[in-house]
């Protein structure tokens, strides 16, 4: 039986505007993708901990401090070890086009920096994980 | 209702029976209803009507400025006589350039500034601490020890400083106590330094994030502040109530009221419990609000809070002295309402958030640099934003009468109906336990986040406009500058973090930590053991240790 696929909205590092975090979770949510939402405040190892946890099918990683290289950087190498490597990876923030080459080429599936739509980011990972054995509840 | 409002009533109902109706046969409206920002319906015409109350009510419910309930201004000349304080907030790193740029300004003849803090201070943590890697001077300076506040004031001139601005939230007491520490060290007097303390901390679960411990001794701890300095700092601003980062977390302004003013009424219910009269505190207090692009709303909005704080001063706690009841308002025009699309833009929306501010009667405005959205600000973006202000203030003439829009049918209608919202509201959070419990029920987060979701639906809708997001937009392209993150000074501060605890008195750090957590035990006024902690040269990081293994370190709910 398939189940809903599951996205972690995570906030990785000490800056605590959740604002854009709470919108992408309640986006997910009404798309019909079951949504844990980590809360402000959290490590790389936390994340990948959650990630490993829940059966994650996606992470969003919000990030506006812009310690997004190092961070994000971080939670990719953890998610290998692991070998969850597979998780469809985002990250949403303030972030420049040299850091979004950086970030997709060390494995982040798409980058959306602000004016980005709801509908456009749950496209792009419906379109990302399409093969998959799991589905939207919807 | 006398012979002449009913006259009007009877004319106002032929004008639309007769005139309006058939004319909007051939011109229909634009939009099948029209609503603020907060969702208020604004009609298409406001007449004396709608003012719902009768002249004789002028005196009690709008009366002169600088008269209960202060509706039209604070004082009774307002920028006739004096022009708001044009405040700018900006972060620097390093203490040395901050230290270097406080000087600078105040060579310039300005009179006050702004400490920024970086988010490990902001919570409480050392620069050596595993969450700080990557954080440490990066939106403000690193303070890890009363060392720190010496690099940052070395020759600066306190006698020419008007007005220090801290953003200390979550360690509200132990900046009080860093500061009184320093002067005292130094031989100045505390109490002349006007500092100027946010120590809000319950906006911060709300909003910002950062919260260090749960809300209830968060409460206690900002009431120490509030306590401290109606006894010993009497020309501090112990406290300013903040609905701005309510708002930039995507409140209403009506929520932004109303959120903000029942944490300010918790802070006042455990500030009076400890004996503390409220015209001992109440006439320092200031707000903090955003001003935003829904001009009508934003104009109302002001008047509305100076209505209700007034109104909350004398009826709910027995003010009697006037300046209890005078609502000094800082504004920051919306960060959030500006765009990273089309960016110049933006100093259209300053602009109109500027004349918000001044038509709605506050005493301070920071303006955003309109490249805010793309990152730091430029110095070009950082001039034209102040320069936005100097424009309203002198060229406009919007400060050459008071309240010039008081009196509108529309703004005089808007008003009265955000006050009775926002009561409302206070009525309801009341109900359900107050400020402290909607915190802990996690019933503000989510009321927010489900009208920050709200916004970006009405967004990607069309239903709400976005002027080059969602409407008239242009290809373009949106590079943000890349920060460089400065590691050799996150180095730095790490080793003198190191030889500083090298070579104090660790048998003193002890014992003052000690007296800290027998203070807190017993619920006292910890900023006395804290001053004493500071001066031995005990760390921020392990001063905030001591109170999170009493309180522990508050997780939120996460509710969106």
Redesign the interface.
């Given at each position: 039986m398939k189940r809903p696929l599951r996205v972690v909205v995570a906030k990785i590092?000490?800056?605590?505007?959740?604002?854009g975090?709470?919108?992408i979770?309640?986006?997910f949510?009404d798309a019909g993708f079951e949504?844990i939402?980590?809360?402000?405040?959290q490590?790389p190892k936390k994340v990948a901990a959650i990630a490993n946890q829940e059966d994650a099918d996606v992470i969003a990683v919000s990030i506006l401090?812009?310690?997004h290289n190092?961070?994000c950087g971080k939670l990719m190498e953890l998610l290998k070890e692991q070998q969850a490597d597979d998780i469809v990876c985002l990250v949403g923030g303030?972030?420049?086009?040299?850091?979004i080459e950086y970030l997709k080429s060390i494995g982040y599936a798409g980058v959306f920096?602000?004016?980005s739509?709801?509908?456009d980011i749950v496209n792009f990972v419906k379109e990302k994980t399409k093969d998959r054995n799991q589905e939207y509840s919807l | 209702m006398t012979q002449k409002t009913k006259d009007i009533a009877i004319a106002n109902k032929m004008w639309m029976e007769e005139r309006l109706e058939p004319w909007l046969l051939d011109n229909p409206e634009r939009n099948s209803e029209f609503l603020t920002k907060s969702g208020l319906p604004v009609k298409a015409l406001y007449t004396p009507e709608d003012l719902g109350r009768d002249p004789e009510q002028y005196l009690n419910e709008i009366n002169f400025p600088g008269q209960f309930p202060f509706v039209r201004g604070v004082d009774p000349s307002m920028y006739r006589s004096n022009i708001w304080v044009m405040g700018m907030y900006s972060g620097f790193g390093s203490a040395e350039e901050a230290n270097k740029r406080y000087r600078f300004l105040l060579e310039q003849g300005q009179t006050g500034f702004s400490i920024a803090l970086d988010l490990p201070t902001q919570v409480g943590y050392d620069s050596d601490y595993e969450l700080s890697e990557g954080e440490v001077g990066k939106v403000g300076v690193a303070i890890d020890s009363l060392e720190d506040m010496e690099r940052l004031f070395e020759g600066v001139n306190f006698e020419k400083v008007r007005q220090i601005r801290t953003t200390a939230n979550g360690i509200g007491p132990l900046m009080v106590a860093l500061l009184v520490a320093y002067a005292e060290k130094q031989g100045i007097d505390p109490n002349n330094i006007k500092i100027f303390l946010q120590n809000d901390v319950l906006k911060e679960y709300i909003g910002r994030g950062t919260y260090i411990y749960p809300p209830e001794p968060s409460v206690k701890l900002s009431a120490d502040v509030i306590e401290y300095c109606s006894k010993h700092l009497p020309n501090w601003v112990p406290i300013a109530f903040s609905g701005y980062h309510i708002r930039d977390s995507g409140s209403t302004a009506i929520q932004e009221l109303a959120y903000s003013l029942s944490n300010a009424i918790a802070y006042i219910d455990e500030t009076l419990s400890r004996g503390v009269e409220i015209d001992d505190f109440a006439p320092k207090v200031f707000t903090f609000l955003a001003s935003s692009v829904d001009f009508l709303e934003e104009v109302a909005k002001f008047r509305a809070a100076r209505r209700i704080w007034a109104k909350l001063m004398k009826e709910k706690y027995g003010a009697k002295n006037p300046d209890s009841m005078r609502y000094r308002i800082f504004a920051y025009t919306l960060g959030g309402a500006l765009t990273a699309q089309q960016p110049l833009n933006n100093i259209v929306r300053v602009t109109i958030e500027t004349m918000a501010a001044a038509l709605g009667g506050v005493q301070t405005v920071a303006t955003s640099s309109f490249d805010e959205a793309l990152g730091l600000p430029t110095e070009q973006a950082v001039t034209v934003a102040l320069r936005t202000q100097q424009i309203v203030a002198e060229e406009s003439g919007v400060t050459n009468t008071i309240d010039a829009l008081g009196g509108s049918y529309a703004i005089e209608c808007l008003t009265d109906k955000i006050e009775e919202e926002v009561m409302k509201e206070l009525e309801r959070i009341d109900q359900l336990g107050g400020a402290v419990a909607c915190i802990e029920n996690g019933i503000f987060q989510k009321e927010l986040a489900e009208s920050a979701y709200r916004y970006q639906k009405n967004i990607e809708s069309g239903k709400e406009t976005l002027v080059g997001v969602n409407k008239y937009k242009v290809e373009e392209d949106l590079d943000t500058p890349v920060f460089e993150v400065n590691e050799e000074m996150e180095k730095r501060q790490i080793e003198r973090l190191k030889e500083l605890k090298a070579s104090r008195n660790e048998e003193k750090v002890k014992e003052a930590l000690q007296r800290i957590k027998e203070a807190e035990e017993r619920r006292e006024n910890v900023i006395p053991a804290m001053i004493e902690a500071v001066k031995v040269y005990a760390s921020v990081g392990e001063i905030s240790d001591v109170l999170r293994d009493i309180y522990g370190i508050y997780q939120d709910s996460a509710k969106f």
């Open positions: 590092g000490l800056d605590g505007h959740d604002r975090a709470k919108v979770a309640a986006g949510r949504v939402y980590t809360g402000i405040r490590t401090s812009g310690a190092k961070l303030i972030i420049p086009n040299r850091d920096t602000p004016g739509e709801l509908g | -």
